[in-house]
């Protein structure tokens, strides 16, 4: 193991925790942005450090394809090669050869596919993962798992929860560098309680440096996902940092944070950003609306970074979606916001104040949502006068249901029972 | 806007300190423009911008018509003007209404009544009361008068036309022009040198701060005609003002410009260089220039798409301090460029931007010291030399 995780406060089920990896001393709970192949778009490595940073994901599958393992491993691995000092994680590859292709088939061995490259067929074993991700060189490896989405039902949840199951030894088995890099296994079984607990006695039993919540953040129900991760949250050990995979949207990791998760990542940041949407304590903000034209606020007033202090919505209008330099000062933006929320998330736990920073936290957003009506096209002007005696199924209708606010208030009161 | 004249090389090349605005450092001359889009570099945030050298890079370039995406004049006035709008108080802006890039002259659709351009968002016909109500509005240090560019095809006749609108246009902008703001006069002419010496010389009779020498980098280009059509234009030109070009960017062309006493330079090169996926390597001693024939160079720069620089650690010049050479390998950049990523072009900026202001630095250096002459023959010939020895089917070529 090549981790120490220690939990330096809590909140019920929230845990302020001090994640040391071979490269960086994290705090959680910790939002990592995606670094697909190796950049974060567009943004300096010295950028990444100012806005807080800690761990960075990289994708092996397209690490593999380019510039390859080989050459990353022969310059002196990932680090090295985009000169960023601090942690690393990568995922094992499985994951996009499921969504971005077409032709993948997993078959016990592993997962077959065509070469996007020369269309020869292809296969990645869990061994092949492993050496992968060996290669790079990340401070925290993932186990390659069956992934299936959780749209789907019947018996190939269960037939993916074991080979899941067995493929984790096989990774075990294949990883050479425990001592530099820590393997994470993988929770799956769907939205099935009985299957996901199987898979995490399974996982616990095999003593892993961490664990990772996997097969969520894809199109199932708000309610099913918030029960799957505090299912796997209450069975997971307290020494190990929890990752729930996949997930990016603000209010999923308050939520996530207060079941006792630790990590998230997600392209939606940066991908939103080139989009032309700003992450604000509002929701979002929709630099793209001809509203933003002639405003010359930043976009988040309350916000410190080097985009809020020097530019306004109206100048990050005119460019988004049209210069390169629009896409990359919102990513910063949404990316600062992102690491602020994590550091608001652990140091409102350690302190004992995480209840008022979760109610300001929804709190900021109907308020701004009422004021600019306009410009958060969510809500009907019928809602504004309930606002504050119903806030909680308006917070944002998008992403919010009763149940979830229900677990979520459980959770932030004495002795909640799931 | 203040600018002096201190040194004079045997055989051309003058030196200069120019103060602009509200841009405190003392930006020294020959000195190159940034290009920009809508003010801010193409691909260098702002932080970064901060860590090219200091005053050399506080000059910055801007298309008037960048904004016609927006924001508009009275936001942008609002806000308190182009250097509020990118937060870049400490710099000094040019405005120009052509970028050499995106948005370019169409001499077919200029009538009398403005200048028509090619822009992103379409042609646009830009009237000189329009283009003064925008620069009230952007409030640059400097702004060149909106000219009437042609191509060296034009006939003589529509040369002729387009010297007589530039000068009535420059009457028209005088009239409009913004207080604390310093106008250059804009000189047209053509590949014609008795049409440059007639609109060279009704310019210099105008109350002007500076000269703004156009019609270059649109089409062709020729070595000798360029020198000759600005040693007419120079020749008609009082000596205290400033003289700045737009479309000369090779260092050939720059050291063109120097020789015949030009002060500031506007081009595209380094944004077609970084778009282009290559970096700059040229030393600026000649002792040095003859020994980096490697097969991958044109002697000027590398390309760092090819695949030989797939495991090559080394920065892009191990003795250059910018930033992507301080942090990033060429291996690192090769892949950022195969796999299309962003970060590929800033650090590209970043190096082009920072090895071509070292590149007028030595310029300076040499003007000051009198050897400006011998060094631009110098120059001139290890390119030539060198170019002898590149193959034809050269990467860089």
């Known amino acids: ?418 | 806007m203040k600018f002096v004249v201190d040194a004079w090389s045997k055989g051309g090349g003058r030196a200069g300190v120019l103060q602009v605005g509200s841009c405190p450092a003392l930006i020294e001359t020959p000195a190159l423009l940034l290009s920009t889009r809508k003010a801010l570099p193409n691909f260098i945030p702002p932080d970064l911008l901060r860590s090219l050298p200091s005053p050399d890079s506080r000059l910055l370039q801007f298309s008037p018509l960048h904004f016609l995406e927006g924001p508009s004049a009275n936001t942008i006035s609002d806000i308190g003007g182009v250097r509020s709008l990118v937060s870049l108080h400490e710099f000094g802006f040019a405005a120009i209404p052509r970028d050499s890039t995106a948005i370019l002259p169409e001499f077919d659709c200029t009538n009398k009544l403005g200048a028509s351009f090619n822009t992103p968002s379409g042609r646009h016909l830009l009237k000189p009361a329009e283009y003064m109500r925008m620069l009230a509005a952007m409030k640059p240090d400097i702004w060149a008068s909106l000219s009437d560019e042609v191509p060296s095809r034009a006939t003589d006749k529509r040369n002729k036309l387009s010297v007589d609108r530039t000068v009535k246009w420059l009457d028209e902008c005088i009239a409009l022009s913004p207080p604390g703001t310093a106008g250059f006069g804009a000189i047209v002419g053509g590949w014609d040198a008795l049409e440059r010496q007639r609109c060279a010389q009704e310019v210099a009779k105008r109350n002007v701060s500076g000269y703004w020498i156009g019609g270059f980098g649109l089409e062709e280009t020729s070595d000798q005609i360029t020198s000759q059509l600005l040693r007419v234009v120079v020749e008609n030109l009082p000596e205290e003002k400033p003289r700045l070009v737009s479309g000369l960017g090779l260092p050939e062309e720059v050291l063109r410009g120097v020789a015949q006493g030009i002060d500031l330079f506007d081009s595209a090169y380094i944004h077609q260089l970084t778009t282009g996926g290559f970096a700059l390597t040229f030393p600026f001693e000649a002792a040095k220039r003859h020994s980096i024939s490697d097969g991958m160079s044109d002697g000027t720069k590398i390309n760092l798409r090819a695949d030989v620089y797939r495991k090559d650690t080394s920065p892009i010049m191990k003795s250059c301090h910018c930033y992507t050479c301080m942090n990033h390998t060429k291996a690192y950049i090769n892949h950022l460029l195969n796999v299309r990523e962003m970060l590929a072009q800033t650090l590209l900026e970043i190096h082009n931007t920072y090895h071509y202001l070292g590149f007028f630095q030595f310029i300076r250096r040499v003007v000051k010291e009198g050897r400006f002459q011998e060094f631009h023959q110098e120059f001139i010939e290890t390119r030539r030399g060198h170019s002898r020895v590149v193959p034809a089917d050269d990467v860089c070529a």
């Open chain 1, 1 to 418: 193991m090549a981790l120490q995780f220690e939990v330096l406060g809590r909140f019920n089920r929230a845990r302020a925790a001090r994640l040391t990896l071979p490269h960086y001393q994290c705090q959680t709970p910790l939002f990592m942005p995606v670094g697909t192949q190796g950049t974060i778009k567009g943004l300096a490595t010295n950028q990444l450090e100012e806005i807080g940073c800690q761990i960075i994901l990289g994708n092996t599958y397209h690490l593999a394809l380019r510039p390859t393992t080989e050459l990353i491993d022969e310059l002196g691995g990932l680090h090295e090669f985009m000169n960023w000092p601090r942690a690393l994680l990568t995922d094992s590859g499985g994951f996009q050869m499921v969504s971005l292709l077409d032709l993948a088939e997993i078959t016990e061995e592993g997962v077959t596919f065509r070469s996007p490259v020369d269309g020869k067929p292809m296969l990645l074993t869990p061994e092949q993962s492993i050496r992968f991700q060996n290669q790079i060189g990340a401070d925290i490896i993932m186990a390659l798992d069956d992934v299936v989405k959780t749209t789907i039902t019947g018996p190939r949840i269960e037939e993916a929860m074991y080979r899941t199951l067995r493929w984790i030894d096989r990774c075990i088995k294949a990883h050479e560098k425990p001592d530099t890099q820590n393997l994470f296994g993988i929770v799956q079984g769907g939205l099935d309680p009985v299957l996901r607990d199987i898979c995490l006695r399974g996982m616990v039993d095999r003593d892993l440096p961490g664990y990772a919540i996997g097969g969520l953040a894809g199109g199932e129900d708000k309610d099913s996902f918030w029960r799957v991760v505090a299912q796997c949250t209450a069975s997971l050990p307290e020494d190990k940092p929890r990752y729930v995979m996949g997930v990016g949207y603000p209010l999923d990791i308050v939520v996530c944070s207060a079941l006792g998760a630790d990590m998230y990542d997600c392209v939606y940041p940066t991908r939103t950003a080139r989009f032309g949407t700003a992450l604000v304590p509002a929701g979002v903000l929709k630099l793209t609306h001809n509203a933003m034209a002639d405003d010359i606020r930043p976009i988040d007033p309350a916000c410190a970074c080097m985009v809020c202090k020097n530019y306004s919505r109206a100048y990050i209008h005119s460019m988004v979606t049209k210069d390169a330099m629009g896409s990359q000062l919102l990513s910063y933006h949404n990316l600062h916001y992102m690491m602020k929320l994590s550091r608001d998330l652990h140091s409102s736990i350690l302190h004992g104040k995480f209840p008022e920073f979760v109610c300001k936290f929804l709190q900021n957003m109907v308020l701004i949502f009422t004021l600019h009506i306009d410009v958060f096209c969510c809500l009907k002007s019928t809602h504004i006068h309930d606002a504050y005696d119903h806030r909680w199924d308006i917070v944002n209708p998008l992403t919010v249901t009763t149940g979830q606010l229900v677990l979520l208030d459980l959770s932030l009161h004495p002795a909640p029972r799931f």
